[in-house]
């Protein structure tokens, strides 16, 4: 079964009761997991984000461990599993400190192998997203990952294009298909504005899906534009139930839902015919 996380990152924009809401809303719609970033506003190097609004939503809507650790709970209770993205050591600490058994790593860091093997040795699962990679740096991930078993057993891998919103035409699952020969499985973490590349990922086997979820697509900052809201994300979930009976194993011999046409139906129109 693929597990489906409902990115919830910062589409809640700090407002708590918000955040709340959007769990609730993401169980309701066949998640497994929330997830959530964290960061410090004090990390932030200077860029476009000083003069285009957006370091004032990253200020707002950041968690430190006090907002993460209520959010957390509050999943807990609602039976939903929680975790979060860390884009720095300083984060996965506050995330050790929270005592959560997953993590992720996001495309940003990717590259950041020390980063990765703290990871690695502290947690129990490790989503890791390799997207925005050059292939040197993707066959270094890949190398670390394989170089122990503890590592491979760990480490989940998400086909990912750190394109925001993607379009279809650059989706790449060939690189789906090289991470999965790879290491044996793959996940995918989608920015397509839409379902459909969740559906695909499914469709080839992907372990876990990912995908940014909104209550509100209206609500300011670019993720909640392209994120799937409860009725796009139910839609993943159904079909990700349907491809599990698409794929369950009944053998090459005649089923028993077969049996009313083999007895009732087999040479009906045969009447004055020899049949062999």
């Known amino acids: 079964m693929t597990i489906l996380v409902a990115e919830i990152g910062w589409n809640f924009i700090g407002n708590l009761k918000l955040a709340k809401k959007m769990i609730l809303a993401a169980k309701k719609s066949g998640a497994d997991f929330v997830k959530f970033q964290i960061w410090n506003p004090k990390n932030l190097k200077s860029g476009s984000w000083d003069y285009d609004g957006r370091r004032k939503i990253y200020e707002k809507a950041f968690l430190d461990e006090k907002k993460y650790k209520i959010l ?3 999943a807990k209770k609602k039976s939903i599993k929680c975790f979060s993205s860390a884009f720095n050591i300083e984060g996965l600490e506050v995330l050790k400190k929270a005592r959560d058994q997953w993590v992720k790593i996001p495309s940003h860091e990717a590259y950041n192998l020390k980063m990765i093997i703290f990871a690695l040795n502290n947690f129990q699962k490790v989503v890791i997203s ?4 050059k292939t040197n740096e993707l066959k270094n991930l890949i190398k670390l990952i394989k170089s122990k078993k503890k590592f491979l057993k760990k480490a989940i891998v998400l086909h990912c294009v750190s394109s925001y919103p993607l ?3 650059n ?3 060939d690189k789906f298909e090289y991470l999965k020969k790879e290491l044996g499985k793959v996940g995918y973490s989608g920015h397509y504005d839409g379902v459909e590349d969740a559906i695909y990922a499914i469709s080839k086997g992907a ?3 990912e995908k940014h979820f909104t209550t509100n697509k209206k609500l300011p900052g670019r993720d909640n534009k392209f994120a799937l809201n409860e009725k796009q994300f139910k839609e993943v979930y159904s079909f990700k139930n349907l491809c599990s009976e698409f794929k369950l194993k009944k053998g090459i011999n005649l089923q028993e839902c077969e049996k009313d046409i083999f007895k009732n139906y087999r040479g009906r129109w045969s009447k004055n ?4």
Do not use: D
Request: charged share 10%; glycine share 4%.
């Open 72 to 74: 957390s709970n509050f």
């Open 130 to 133: 390799a997207g925005c990679l």
């Open 167 to 169: 379009i279809a035409k």
């Open 171 to 173: 989706c790449n699952f």
């Open 207 to 209: 372990c876990l899906v």
């Open 273 to 276: 015919q020899k049949i062999n």
